[in-house]
Antibody
Framework: EVQLVQSGAEVKKPGESLRISCKGS????????ISWVRQMPGKGLEWMGR????????NYSPSFQGHVTISADKSISTAYLQWSSLKASDTAMYYC????????????????WGQGTMVTVSS | QSALTQPASVSGSPGQSITISCTGT?????????VSWYQQHPGKAPKLMIY???KRPSGVSNRFSGSKSGNTASLTISGLQAEDEADYYC???????????FGTGTKVTVL
C-alpha cells in the first residue's frame, strides 16, 4: 500500500525548535516530490514548499521562505519539516503530500496525503 | 500570492447538481491547465478529486467533474449524495516563484 505516515502530535513552547517527519512506503520515494501543507485551526490549506527527495532540491512559498526548512533523507524514505524558533502562530495541522506521477500528468497534483501532524505552540 | 477565491458555502438537496467556483488571476488559473480539487471531511486529510482541470484519478466517482474558463475553474458534483458533504479546495500551479496556491475553501452541505 502506498502511504505517507507522519510523526505524532507535538506540544512546544515559543522559541523552541521542532522537526516533524513524513515517511513514505509502498513506492519509490525518490521518484516523487513531497510538499508540506499547513492548515491553521478552522482555516484553509496553505502550500508551504516542496522537496525532490532524489536530490533534496527545494522550493518554498514566499510566505514561508526563511521560516521553515524542508529536508529529506532518502536512505530512510523520510521527509522533514523543521522550525528553529517556534511561534504561537505556528499552531496548526501540518500535512505532507506526494506529488503524483509525472508521466500520468499528476506531477502538479497531490495524490497521496499523510494523516497530518498537529503542532501546538503555547507558553 | 493571494489565495484563490471560492464561495464560503454551497448547498444542495440529494440528487441535485452543484458547482463550486475557484477564481484566480492570469498568473495562476488563467495561465496553466494545472488546477486540482481536493475533498476534506472533518478531521481527515484531503483527498484528490480532480487534476489538470478536468481529469479524475482512478477510483473517484464520475459524479465529480471539472472545467475552466479564463481565470475561473469550477468543480461540479452531480447526483449529490450525503457523503459529498465536506470542504472542497481548489489548487493551481502559479509559476516558478510561488509554485502552488490553494483556494479559500468551500463547505458543501447536503440538505
Amino acid at each position: 500500500e502506498v502511504q505517507l505516515v507522519q510523526s505524532g502530535a507535538e506540544v512546544k513552547k515559543p522559541g523552541e525548535s521542532l522537526r516533524i517527519s513524513c515517511k513514505g512506503s509502498g513506492y519509490s520515494f525518490t521518484s516523487y516530490w513531497i510538499s508540506w501543507v499547513r492548515q491553521m485551526p478552522g482555516k484553509g490549506l496553505e502550500w508551504m514548499g516542496r522537496i525532490d527527495p532524489s536530490d533534496s532540491y527545494t522550493n518554498y512559498s514566499p510566505s514561508f521562505q526563511g521560516h521553515v526548512t524542508i529536508s529529506a533523507d532518502k536512505s530512510i524514505s523520510t521527509a522533514y519539516l523543521q522550525w528553529s524558533s517556534l511561534k504561537a502562530s505556528d499552531t496548526a495541522m501540518y500535512y505532507c503530500a506526494r506529488h503524483g506521477e509525472r508521466v500520468a500528468g499528476l506531477r502538479n497534483a497531490f495524490d497521496i496525503w499523510g494523516q497530518g501532524t498537529m503542532v501546538t505552540v503555547s507558553s | 500570492q493571494s489565495a484563490l477565491t471560492q464561495p464560503a458555502s454551497v448547498s444542495g438537496s440529494p440528487g441535485q447538481s452543484i458547482t463550486i467556483s475557484c477564481t484566480g488571476t492570469s498568473s495562476d488559473v488563467g495561465s496553466y491547465n494545472l488546477v486540482s480539487w481536493y475533498q476534506q471531511h472533518p478531521g481527515k486529510a484531503p483527498k484528490l478529486m480532480i487534476y489538470e482541470v478536468s481529469k479524475r484519478p482512478s477510483g473517484v466517482s464520475n459524479r465529480f467533474s471539472g472545467s475552466k474558463s479564463g481565470n475561473t475553474a469550477s468543480l461540479t458534483i452531480s447526483g449529490l449524495q450525503a457523503e459529498d458533504e465536506a470542504d472542497y479546495y481548489c489548487c493551481s500551479y502559479a509559476g516558478s516563484s510561488t509554485l502552488y496556491v490553494f483556494g479559500t475553501g468551500t463547505k458543501v452541505t447536503v440538505l
